[in-house]
T-cell receptor, first 117, second 109 residues
Framework: GAVVSQHPSRVICKSGTSVKIECRSL??????MFWYRQFPKQSLMLMAT?????????EQGVEKDKFLINHASLTLSTLTVTSAHPEDSSFYIC?????????????FGPGTRLTVT | SQQGEEDPQALSIQEGENATMNCSYK?????LQWYRQNSGRGLVHLIL?????REKHSGRLRVTLDTSKKSSSLLITASRAADTASYFC?????????FGKGTSLLVTP
């Protein structure tokens, strides 16, 4: 089946630093990738939609200058949390939609646990 | 914005019992999906039910969809300790998904 990986699986960083999270589709090409955020014991909230070769579309309330998304190839999207603060600590999950899939098909990565100290 | 609301928020049962989780949503949909998430892990897709379907089965899972009531249910039969996880319903938002708040299921041996 289709596999999506995320790297790193967990990261601890200091306030003010930037952290990059990678999302890769391993055995398919993903024209669209999505970034979600999940706080402890809560649901997933869509942050942004990333289309290969174009600018990401951010959900209302998500700061595009703080959460930089780059979808440079059909198998890789990156999320950079800039000038991280403790309130950015969260579980970040990406998903990828195959370019040749039906409208409903997408695959989720295992998530990245970010802790900002 | 969140579309789905699951209930109960938490459910504790013993192995062998059935677990039923409900999901309500607000707008018209053309499909609804259920996912499982083990603690601190990613999501596992369980089942998709289309708007023209009323019921769907997959192994020990049974999903129903009532579009008139804008609700869905997930039934896990003969539960096992390994079914302990959070369960989310999700409805389409463009090509992305809107997730409900989830039901935390604990199955004790």
């Amino acid at each position: 089946g289709a596999v999506v990986s995320q790297h790193p699986s967990r990261v601890i960083c200091k306030s003010g630093t930037s952290v990059k999270i990678e999302c890769r589709s391993l055995d398919f090409q993903a024209t669209t990738m999505f970034w979600y955020r999940q706080f402890p014991k809560q649901s997933l909230m869509l942050m942004a939609t990333s289309n290969e070769g174009s600018k990401a579309t951010y959900e209302q309330g998500v700061e595009k200058d703080k959460f930089l998304i780059n979808h440079a190839s059909l198998t890789l999207s990156t999320l950079t949390v800039t000038s991280a603060h403790p309130e950015d600590s969260s579980f970040y999950i990406c998903s990828a939609r195959p370019g040749t899939s039906g409208a409903y098909e997408q695959y989720f990565g295992p998530g990245t646990r970010l802790t900002v100290t | 914005s969140q579309q789905g609301e699951e209930d109960p928020q938490a459910l504790s049962i013993q192995e062998g019992e059935n677990a039923t989780m409900n999901c309500s949503y607000k707008t018209s949909i053309n499909n609804l999906q259920w996912y499982r998430q083990n603690s601190g892990r990613g999501l596992v897709h369980l089942i998709l039910i289309r708007s023209n379907e009323r019921e769907k089965h997959s192994g020990r899972l049974r999903v129903t969809l009532d579009t008139s009531k804008k609700s869905s249910s997930l039934l896990i039969t003969a539960s096992r300790a390994a079914d302990t996880a959070s369960y989310f319903c999700a409805t389409p938002s463009g090509y992305a998904l809107n997730f409900g708040k989830g039901t935390s299921l604990l199955v004790t041996p």
